[in-house]
Protein backbone atom coordinates (compact mmCIF):
# COMPACT_ATOMS: atom_id res chain seq x y z
CA UNK A 1 0.00 0.00 0.00
CA UNK A 2 1.20 3.06 -0.92
CA UNK A 3 2.37 5.58 1.84
CA UNK A 4 3.01 9.18 1.60
CA UNK A 5 5.37 11.40 3.61
CA UNK A 6 4.83 14.76 4.34
CA UNK A 7 5.79 17.91 6.30
CA UNK A 8 4.06 18.74 9.47
CA UNK A 9 0.89 17.41 10.76
CA UNK A 10 -2.79 16.37 10.42
CA UNK A 11 -4.52 20.05 9.47
CA UNK A 12 -1.54 20.91 7.73
CA UNK A 13 -1.86 22.31 4.37
CA UNK A 14 -0.33 19.50 2.65
CA UNK A 15 -1.95 17.48 4.64
CA UNK A 16 -5.00 19.16 2.93
CA UNK A 17 -2.99 18.80 -0.50
CA UNK A 18 -2.55 15.46 -0.28
CA UNK A 19 -6.33 14.54 0.38
CA UNK A 20 -7.18 16.56 -2.23
CA UNK A 21 -5.04 14.48 -4.88
CA UNK A 22 -5.74 10.97 -3.22
CA UNK A 23 -8.30 11.24 -0.43
CA UNK A 24 -7.35 9.41 2.38
CA UNK A 25 -4.28 7.54 2.68
CA UNK A 26 -1.53 6.11 5.07
CA UNK A 27 0.86 9.49 5.67
CA UNK A 28 3.88 9.81 7.78
CA UNK A 29 4.52 13.09 9.33
CA UNK A 30 7.75 15.05 9.22
CA UNK A 31 9.25 18.18 10.56
CA UNK A 32 11.21 19.87 7.55
CA UNK A 33 11.38 19.19 3.90
CA UNK A 34 14.51 17.41 3.87
CA UNK A 35 12.96 14.57 5.79
CA UNK A 36 10.41 14.00 3.55
CA UNK A 37 12.77 13.38 0.60
CA UNK A 38 14.99 11.46 3.00
CA UNK A 39 11.86 9.23 3.67
CA UNK A 40 11.26 8.70 -0.20
CA UNK A 41 14.73 8.08 -0.94
CA UNK A 42 15.07 5.31 2.02
CA UNK A 43 11.48 3.93 0.63
CA UNK A 44 9.65 4.39 4.42
CA UNK A 45 7.23 6.14 1.76
CA UNK A 46 6.43 5.66 -1.65
CA UNK A 47 5.35 9.40 -2.28
CA UNK A 48 6.36 12.73 -0.70
CA UNK A 49 3.96 16.07 -0.75
CA UNK A 50 5.84 19.30 -0.99
CA UNK A 51 5.13 22.99 -1.41
CA UNK A 52 7.04 24.49 -4.27
CA UNK A 53 5.23 27.64 -5.27
CA UNK A 54 2.94 30.00 -3.74
CA UNK A 55 0.95 32.74 -5.86
CA UNK A 56 1.91 35.44 -3.69
CA UNK A 57 4.88 34.80 -2.37
CA UNK A 58 6.92 33.26 -4.81
CA UNK A 59 8.57 30.14 -5.42
CA UNK A 60 9.66 27.88 -1.99
CA UNK A 61 13.59 27.52 -3.17
CA UNK A 62 14.35 25.56 -0.26
CA UNK A 63 12.15 22.71 -2.61
CA UNK A 64 14.12 23.36 -5.37
CA UNK A 65 17.44 23.06 -3.82
CA UNK A 66 16.60 19.82 -2.54
CA UNK A 67 15.56 18.68 -6.19
CA UNK A 68 18.83 19.15 -6.87
CA UNK A 69 20.58 17.46 -4.48
CA UNK A 70 17.81 14.35 -4.48
CA UNK A 71 17.45 11.86 -7.25
CA UNK A 72 13.75 11.91 -7.43
CA UNK A 73 10.97 12.08 -9.94
CA UNK A 74 8.41 14.51 -9.64
CA UNK A 75 5.04 12.47 -10.48
CA UNK A 76 2.30 14.38 -10.35
CA UNK A 77 0.99 18.10 -9.01
CA UNK A 78 -1.78 19.80 -7.51
CA UNK A 79 -2.46 23.21 -6.72
CA UNK A 80 -4.60 24.01 -2.90
CA UNK A 81 -6.71 27.10 -2.48
CA UNK A 82 -4.79 28.42 0.79
CA UNK A 83 -7.00 30.79 3.34
CA UNK A 84 -4.77 31.72 6.49
CA UNK A 85 -7.16 32.07 9.57
CA UNK A 86 -5.81 34.00 13.14
CA UNK A 87 -6.97 31.45 15.58
CA UNK A 88 -6.97 31.49 19.58
CA UNK A 89 -8.37 29.43 22.84
CA UNK A 90 -10.98 31.43 22.94
CA UNK A 91 -13.05 33.95 20.99
CA UNK A 92 -11.00 37.14 22.34
CA UNK A 93 -10.78 40.43 20.74
CA UNK A 94 -8.10 41.21 17.87
CA UNK A 95 -6.74 44.30 20.43
CA UNK A 96 -6.03 40.87 22.93
CA UNK A 97 -3.88 39.06 21.00
CA UNK A 98 0.25 39.67 21.82
CA UNK A 99 2.01 36.79 20.63
CA UNK A 100 1.26 34.86 17.38
CA UNK A 101 2.75 31.61 15.75
CA UNK A 102 2.63 30.03 12.00
CA UNK A 103 5.48 28.98 9.08
CA UNK A 104 6.99 31.96 8.06
CA UNK A 105 5.19 31.79 4.54
CA UNK A 106 1.61 32.02 6.63
CA UNK A 107 2.78 34.96 7.56
CA UNK A 108 4.67 36.32 4.51
CA UNK A 109 1.35 35.65 2.69
CA UNK A 110 -0.59 38.17 5.50
CA UNK A 111 1.57 41.08 5.61
CA UNK A 112 -1.32 43.76 5.45
CA UNK A 113 -2.94 42.25 8.02
CA UNK A 114 0.15 42.43 10.52
CA UNK A 115 0.73 45.80 9.47
CA UNK A 116 -2.85 47.00 10.63
CA UNK A 117 -2.06 44.86 14.11
CA UNK A 118 1.43 45.69 14.66
CA UNK A 119 0.90 44.31 18.35
CA UNK A 120 1.32 41.11 17.41
CA UNK A 121 4.79 39.58 18.06
CA UNK A 122 5.10 37.30 15.31
CA UNK A 123 7.82 34.03 16.05
CA UNK A 124 8.18 31.94 13.33
CA UNK A 125 7.36 28.48 13.58
CA UNK A 126 7.76 24.97 11.37
CA UNK A 127 4.30 24.52 10.23
CA UNK A 128 1.13 26.46 10.84
CA UNK A 129 -1.04 23.32 11.95
CA UNK A 130 2.49 22.78 14.63
CA UNK A 131 1.97 26.38 15.48
CA UNK A 132 -2.18 25.69 16.23
CA UNK A 133 -1.38 22.59 18.17
CA UNK A 134 1.12 24.45 20.19
CA UNK A 135 -1.12 27.44 21.28
CA UNK A 136 -4.07 24.52 21.82
CA UNK A 137 -1.40 22.95 24.12
CA UNK A 138 -0.30 25.94 25.95
CA UNK A 139 -3.66 27.45 26.52
CA UNK A 140 -2.14 30.75 26.68
CA UNK A 141 -5.38 33.59 26.21
CA UNK A 142 -2.94 35.72 24.51
CA UNK A 143 -1.70 33.77 21.98
CA UNK A 144 -2.62 32.84 18.41
CA UNK A 145 -1.72 31.28 15.31
CA UNK A 146 -2.04 31.40 11.61
CA UNK A 147 -3.31 28.05 9.95
CA UNK A 148 -5.76 26.76 8.06
CA UNK A 149 -10.05 26.01 9.27
CA UNK A 150 -8.68 22.50 9.34
CA UNK A 151 -6.32 23.18 11.74
CA UNK A 152 -8.52 24.98 14.26
CA UNK A 153 -10.91 22.14 14.26
CA UNK A 154 -8.28 19.51 14.47
CA UNK A 155 -7.13 21.49 17.53
CA UNK A 156 -10.40 23.08 19.28
CA UNK A 157 -9.45 26.47 18.35
CA UNK A 158 -11.46 29.09 18.17
CA UNK A 159 -11.08 31.39 14.73
CA UNK A 160 -11.17 35.18 15.94
CA UNK A 161 -10.41 36.52 12.00
CA UNK A 162 -10.97 34.65 9.03
CA UNK A 163 -9.55 34.79 5.57
CA UNK A 164 -6.29 37.40 6.47
CA UNK A 165 -4.27 36.48 3.75
CA UNK A 166 -3.32 40.08 1.82
CA UNK A 167 -4.60 37.99 -1.62
CA UNK A 168 -8.21 36.82 -1.98
CA UNK A 169 -6.77 33.85 -5.13
CA UNK A 170 -3.85 32.38 -3.13
CA UNK A 171 -2.88 29.53 -4.26
CA UNK A 172 -0.36 27.22 -3.31
CA UNK A 173 1.23 24.15 -5.49
CA UNK A 174 2.01 21.11 -4.08
CA UNK A 175 4.26 18.79 -6.34
CA UNK A 176 4.57 14.90 -5.56
CA UNK A 177 7.97 13.41 -5.65
CA UNK A 178 8.97 9.36 -5.62
CA UNK A 179 12.57 7.79 -6.19
CA UNK A 180 10.56 5.74 -9.12
CA UNK A 181 9.11 6.88 -12.77
CA UNK A 182 5.71 6.86 -12.47
CA UNK A 183 4.36 6.91 -16.62
CA UNK A 184 1.01 8.66 -17.22
CA UNK A 185 -0.05 8.86 -20.91
CA UNK A 186 -2.26 11.90 -19.84
CA UNK A 187 0.94 13.38 -18.79
CA UNK A 188 1.32 17.55 -20.12
CA UNK A 189 3.37 19.52 -18.06
CA UNK A 190 7.47 18.33 -17.83
CA UNK A 191 10.63 19.95 -15.26
CA UNK A 192 14.03 19.89 -15.91
CA UNK A 193 16.88 21.69 -14.46
CA UNK A 194 20.39 22.40 -16.72
CA UNK A 195 22.97 24.17 -15.98
CA UNK A 196 24.69 26.35 -18.47
CA UNK A 197 27.89 28.26 -19.77
CA UNK A 198 27.99 31.44 -17.97
CA UNK A 199 28.89 33.22 -21.59
CA UNK A 200 26.92 35.69 -23.42
CA UNK A 201 23.76 33.98 -25.58
CA UNK A 202 23.39 30.32 -23.90
CA UNK A 203 20.55 31.06 -22.27
CA UNK A 204 18.80 32.57 -25.48
CA UNK A 205 20.15 29.30 -27.35
CA UNK A 206 18.64 27.61 -24.84
CA UNK A 207 15.45 29.19 -24.37
CA UNK A 208 15.27 29.07 -28.52
CA UNK A 209 14.63 25.23 -28.52
CA UNK A 210 10.85 26.20 -27.21
CA UNK A 211 9.86 28.71 -29.78
CA UNK A 212 11.71 26.58 -32.99
CA UNK A 213 9.05 23.32 -31.58
CA UNK A 214 6.47 25.93 -30.70
CA UNK A 215 6.40 24.77 -27.21
CA UNK A 216 4.65 26.98 -24.34
CA UNK A 217 7.37 27.43 -21.47
CA UNK A 218 5.53 27.52 -18.15
CA UNK A 219 8.31 28.69 -15.83
CA UNK A 220 11.53 29.28 -15.27
CA UNK A 221 13.60 29.73 -12.28
CA UNK A 222 17.28 29.95 -11.20
CA UNK A 223 18.59 29.25 -7.96
CA UNK A 224 22.69 29.37 -7.11
CA UNK A 225 25.42 26.99 -7.78
CA UNK A 226 27.04 26.30 -4.42
CA UNK A 227 30.81 27.58 -4.86
CA UNK A 228 30.35 29.24 -8.26
CA UNK A 229 29.85 33.01 -7.23
CA UNK A 230 27.00 34.51 -9.44
CA UNK A 231 26.58 31.10 -11.43
CA UNK A 232 22.63 29.16 -11.38
CA UNK A 233 20.82 26.21 -12.04
CA UNK A 234 18.24 26.74 -14.33
CA UNK A 235 14.77 24.80 -13.26
CA UNK A 236 12.26 25.31 -15.75
CA UNK A 237 8.56 23.72 -16.57
CA UNK A 238 7.08 23.38 -19.99
CA UNK A 239 4.09 22.05 -21.70
CA UNK A 240 4.72 18.50 -22.96
CA UNK A 241 4.67 14.76 -23.01
CA UNK A 242 7.67 12.62 -23.59
CA UNK A 243 6.07 10.95 -26.11
CA UNK A 244 5.61 14.10 -28.05
CA UNK A 245 8.26 13.83 -30.97
CA UNK A 246 8.51 18.14 -30.80
CA UNK A 247 9.28 17.08 -27.01
CA UNK A 248 11.57 15.05 -27.76
CA UNK A 249 13.75 17.36 -30.33
CA UNK A 250 13.81 19.95 -27.77
CA UNK A 251 15.15 18.25 -24.74
CA UNK A 252 17.74 16.74 -27.37
CA UNK A 253 18.43 20.51 -28.29
CA UNK A 254 18.01 21.51 -24.96
CA UNK A 255 20.74 19.48 -23.45
CA UNK A 256 23.48 20.11 -26.62
CA UNK A 257 23.23 23.49 -24.89
CA UNK A 258 23.48 22.22 -21.24
CA UNK A 259 26.79 21.03 -19.41
CA UNK A 260 24.22 19.77 -16.57
CA UNK A 261 21.30 18.30 -17.41
CA UNK A 262 18.42 16.13 -15.10
CA UNK A 263 15.18 15.44 -16.52
CA UNK A 264 12.52 16.19 -12.86
CA UNK A 265 9.55 14.77 -14.37
CA UNK A 266 6.47 14.32 -16.48
CA UNK A 267 3.74 14.92 -15.39
CA UNK A 268 0.02 16.02 -15.17
CA UNK A 269 -0.34 19.71 -14.53
CA UNK A 270 -2.53 20.43 -11.69
CA UNK A 271 -5.53 22.85 -11.41
CA UNK A 272 -6.57 25.65 -9.60
CA UNK A 273 -9.22 24.28 -7.12
Not at 95 to 124: A, L, T, W
Not at 223 to 251: C, H, M, Q, V
Request: aromatic residues 10%; glycine residues 4%; charged residues 20%.
Amino acid sequence: MVKIALQGIEGSYSYEAMLQLYGPKPYACYDTFESVFESVMTEQCQLGILPIENSSTGSISAVYDLLNQYDVQIVAETTLRINHNLMAIEPISLSEVEVVYSHQQGFDQCQMFFKKHENMHRIPFKNTALSAQKVAQEKKRNQAAVASTLAAKQFGLHIIEANINDQVNNFTRFIIISKEVVLNPKADKISFQAVINHTPGSLYKMLSCFETEQINLLKIESRPIRNKTWEYTFYIDFEGNLESESTLKALDNIKRYSNAFKLLGNYKMGEPV
